[in-house]
Structure formats: structure tokens, C-alpha cells
């Protein structure tokens, strides 16, 4: 049985995690749910862990996200932070939805692939 994303209901500060889930089901689920939600996906080889961050954990992220650029800035090296960008590779069925990243120093010579 399928589950569309509209009947999964994750509190904050809890975790679902679905197994049995192929890769085709996540890539759905993942353009169901819309880049503009509060949950955090994460895949690896049939299973997916979805969660819901605190308030308190929003609040920490950003102080972290800041203090790194505030770093980088500092040493003079080139970087491209990218949020929460869902980084996957469909090869070895995998994915994760960091709270934060960055591409540094290499940033200009890497390929993102937006898809």
C-alpha cells in the first residue's frame, strides 16, 4: 500500500521512519511534500526517516549557520551554502536533508545538480 506524504502526520521533535519504501516511492513522496515544508527526509536503501525539527532546533541552526560563515568570511574562502538542499544519489539509494550545508572553496568547480 501507498502512502501519499498528506497522510503522514510527524509531531515536532519526533521521527516516522517507513521501510520497504523504493526509490521511485521517496522521489514522489519527496515532489509531494514541496520544498517549502518543516519536515527533514532521510533515505537510505528502502528505508526513510522523516523529522520534524523543534522550534529550539531552527533557533540553533541558524546560530551555528552563522558563526560558519561569519568563519569563512573571516579566512577569505569562497563558499555557497545551500540550506537544507536534498542531497541524493539515486546509484547507491540514498539521500539526506541536512539542516544546513556548504560547498567551500571548491564551490566553483562542483556541479549541483538541482534535481
Known amino acids: ?19 520497504g519504501i523504493d526509490w521511485q516511492h521517496f522521489e514522489s513522496l519527496l515532489e509531494e511534500s514541496g520544498e517549502h515544508r518543516t519536515t527533514r ?5 528502502g528505508n526513510l526517516e522523516i523529522m520534524s525539527p523543534l522550534a529550539a532546533h531552527e533557533d540553533y541552526k541558524s546560530i551555528i549557520r552563522n558563526i560558519i560563515e561569519i568563519l569563512l568570511e ?5 563558499f555557497r551554502a545551500l540550506g537544507s538542499t536534498t542531497l ?11 539542516d ?3 560547498y567551500i572553496q571548491i564551490e566553483a568547480n562542483e556541479r549541483i545538480d538541482k534535481t
Do not use: T
Open 41 to 45: 527526509f532521510a533515505y537510505h536503501v
Open 100 to 102: 544546513e550545508c556548504f
Open 74 to 78: 573571516e579566512l577569505n574562502l569562497e
Open 88 to 98: 541524493k544519489n539515486d546509484l547507491v539509494s540514498q539521500a539526506v536533508e541536512p
Open 1 to 19: 500500500m501507498q502512502k501519499q506524504f498528506s497522510q503522514i502526520s510527524v509531531p515536532p521533535g519526533h521521527q516516522v521512519i517507513l521501510r
